[in-house]
């Protein structure tokens, strides 16, 4: 099994959702795993796939606070992407077991890597029932087999499969801002719980670098002793060129 690693500059929300796809098509052709590690080149909202937000948010407000807006291909509730980092994991589906068994091998590479950093990180306990995708934040209370530091939750998650490729996607706070998404819907929303972040388990605030090292470290140690960099193909920045359309399109970002 081959691993690869790409840390990627800035970029908007559509060109990160574009390049996450691109990836999870090329694992599918090539049968390569792939950890990417990234972040925004302004503060962003990611709407899960299958989250109603349609004529739920006050856009004149995300408009007023220059906020990008992008729907994810993956699931889950929005994220408000401003002092976190991001990561994907890109694979061939058929070599990445069910659901549980993914999400379990991939969880074995974000604890590892937390723990690298010395953050006393744990999975979620199982819930009785799995949070709606409504307009209730990301962070505001952690699903099964989610990251947390004791009950509040560090790090969250989301899967999809299609064309016989894998891409999961998550973010890890590194400082919290996330309560700011409940005053930008039109309907008053409580203020969520405050989550954990790398910056209060730590006492200091990582860089995106060292976090990606430590994630980099983590696969060198668990997946791949040889895990290499990659350099974009031709084929996959071109690919990426076709995909962004379709996230800069307002019929994809408010479809639901």
């Not at 792939?34 to 503060?43: G, I, M, N, T």
């Not at 060292?210 to 668990?222: C, F, K, M, N």
Request: glycine content about 8%; overall charge neutral.
């Amino acid at each position: 099994m081959t691993w690869r690693y790409l840390v990627t500059p800035p970029a908007t929300g559509a060109e990160n959702m574009a390049v996450d796809e691109a990836l999870m098509l090329r694992a599918a052709a090539c049968g390569e795993w792939v950890l990417r590690v990234y972040s925004w080149s302004q503060p962003t909202i990611s709407l899960g796939r299958n989250q109603t937000a349609r004529d739920r948010y006050d856009l004149d407000t995300i408009r007023e606070r220059e906020y990008g807006i992008v729907r994810r291909p993956t699931g889950g509730r929005a994220i408000l992407h401003r002092r976190e980092i991001t990561y994907s994991v890109t694979a061939p589906a058929n070599d990445a077991g069910d659901l549980r068994q993914s999400y379990g091998r991939i969880n074995g590479l974000l604890v590892d890597a937390l723990h690298r950093l010395g953050v006393r990180v744990q999975v979620a306990a199982p819930r009785t029932r799995a949070m709606a995708p409504g307009l209730t934040p990301c962070f505001d209370v952690p699903s099964t087999g989610e990251l947390v530091v004791g009950e509040h939750k560090l790090a969250g998650s989301a899967q999809w499969r299609a064309d016989g490729g894998l891409l999961q996607q998550g973010s890890i706070l590194i400082e919290d801002d996330q309560t700011e998404l409940a005053a930008l819907t039109r309907t008053p929303m409580r203020a969520p719980p405050p989550p954990a972040t790398l910056a209060e388990a730590l006492g200091r605030t990582p860089s995106v670098a060292e976090v990606a090292t430590a994630l980099i470290d983590a696969v060198r140690s668990r997946e791949d002793a040889r895990v290499s960099e990659l350099c974009p193909e031709a084929d996959l920045r071109a690919r990426t060129r076709e995909l962004v359309v379709r996230y800069l399109d307002d019929g994809w970002t408010w479809r639901r």
